[in-house]
């Protein structure tokens, strides 16, 4: 039994073999036996990782598969490590269903945030599950010895979750800054001096392996919104997160936009400073205008030079609540500026919902005044809502980005495994 290149088709989309039959002499190609049975594995395994627990019978009512077929792959991804059985179902009519669930230990997923303040890190199963996670405070100096301190936070929550550094199947650090190939190196990364020398990735590729890569800290906030917070009720999305810097991550159809280049969301560069004084040139040039002029040590500056004694851009929050007038008009021209970048997303994007965070962007009372400032000079106007994922928001982002590059990572090696026998049962692929 041949499959023709109309039938090769996975939850409604053509396969590669499919899309390229048309490119010979235009008579339909068969695929190799081994390319739909990996189809197939990939296509359960996608659905038990969705369900949970699900049963033989689930499966193929939901792929569209036979129970055959759907028997055949299920042995197969569990001889692989990759699913076990969790019970059995009872309770209903006819005979009791095996139900079958990921194997949490079939890898592990280490997610790593730099940042200017804090470093923070946790390890996840491949279920989601967190086994460890830790934070510590960034050390000041050089750059080698905070590329240092993440390697050494991240052993030691390899540690309390005994699981080796072998063991991690995917590594996730999300920084600030884009991956600029042409230097191998970080680019663009604001406030963290240092960060883009060359020397950065090559020591952390060194600590950790070949299954390591870097995602920019504020996408891996989009990621984990769209996950775990109030992106999950909109297919588009900005998230933007103003304090010791400025970014935004891009959401449209429910996946990251990154760009042409890797820098969509690097608004930190928009020409925007409603008037705020105090930044140099090299620091403009470094950090971007609307950076060196709304970010927390902008903030400070902005005290200091109306006289209050503020060291952080919270003491000067807290003193506007306090009544003190100065500081309630640095606090006013922050929530003007932010509101002025918004409306330049608006124009170009038109996102059903913005999310602030970062330090200054979830400081209470700040959404409602940005979203005054906004009703002001905005087209329309987009939900404007407070993460409400706190600290954690670029660790849980890079975990969630780092499962799908595993899961990926898995399931190919496991086709690679397997012997390329013809098996009729392989061709029952689930049509559109």
Same mark, same amino acid.
């Given at each position: ?276 004084? %105090?930044?140099? *040139?090299?620091?403009? $040039? &470094?950090?971007? #205008?609307?950076?060196? !002029? @709304?970010?927390?040590? =902008? +903030? ?6 109306? %006289?209050?004694? *503020?060291?952080?851009? $919270? &003491?000067?929050? #807290?003193?506007?609540? !306090? @009544?003190?007038?100065? =500081? +309630? ?9 932010? *509101? ?11 996102? @059903? ?80």
């Amino acid at each position: 039994m041949e499959a023709s290149a109309q039938e090769l088709v996975v939850a409604g989309q053509p396969t590669a073999a499919a899309a390229g039959a048309g490119a010979g002499a235009g008579a339909a190609q068969a695929a190799r036996p081994q390319l739909i049975r990996a189809m197939n594995e990939q296509l359960l395994l996608s659905q038990i990782r969705q369900l949970g627990v699900c049963s033989r019978a689930d499966l193929a009512r939901l792929s569209g598969l036979s129970k055959p077929t759907v028997s055949l792959a299920l042995a197969n991804v569990e001889r692989a490590g990759l699913v076990r059985t969790a019970g059995q179902r009872t309770g209903v009519p006819g005979r009791s269903a095996v139900l079958y669930e990921i194997r949490p230990e079939a890898g592990y997923v280490l997610g790593l945030d730099i940042g200017h303040e804090y470093l923070r890190g946790a390890i996840a199963d491949l279920t989601g599950e967190v086994r460890a996670k830790a934070e510590s405070r960034s050390p000041s100096g050089s750059v080698s010895r905070r590329v240092g301190e993440l390697i050494r936070l991240a052993d030691g929550i390899c540690a309390a979750a005994e699981v080796g550094r072998e063991d991690v199947t995917q590594t996730v650090l999300g920084s600030p800054g884009v991956y600029d190939p042409s230097r191998d190196a970080i680019a663009l990364t604001g406030g963290l001096a240092g960060w883009d020398k060359r020397a950065v990735l090559a020591r952390l590729r060194a600590a950790f392996g070949p299954n390591f890569m870097v995602e920019n800290d504020t996408d891996a906030a989009a990621l984990a919104e769209r996950e775990h917070g109030h992106g999950r009720e909109f297919a588009s999305f900005a998230f933007v997160s103003i304090g010791s810097g400025i970014g935004m991550g891009l959401v449209l159809g429910g996946q990251l936009h990154r760009g042409a280049h890797g820098v969509a969301g690097e608004i930190a560069f928009l020409p925007i400073t409603e008037g705020v004084t %105090g930044a140099g *040139a090299e620091e403009i $040039r &470094q950090r971007g #205008a609307l950076e060196a !002029a @709304g970010s927390s040590s =902008a +903030i400070v500056r902005s005290a200091r030079k109306a %006289g209050m004694r *503020a060291n952080s851009a $919270r &003491q000067v929050f #807290a003193a506007a609540s !306090a @009544g003190d007038e100065r =500081a +309630i008009t640095i606090v006013a021209t922050e929530a003007r500026l932010v *509101a002025k970048a918004i409306c330049a997303i608006v124009t170009v994007i038109d996102p @059903g919902l913005v999310v602030l965070g970062g330090g200054i962007g979830q400081a209470p009372g700040f959404t409602t005044m940005v979203a005054a400032e906004l009703a002001e000079i905005s087209p329309v106007l987009p939900e404007i809502r407070v993460s409400a994922l706190g600290t954690s928001a670029v660790v849980d982002g890079c975990l969630a980005s780092g499962a799908d590059l595993a899961w990926r990572r898995l399931t190919t090696q496991l086709a690679q495994s397997q012997p390329d026998q013809p098996d009729a049962t392989l061709f029952q692929v689930p049509l559109g």
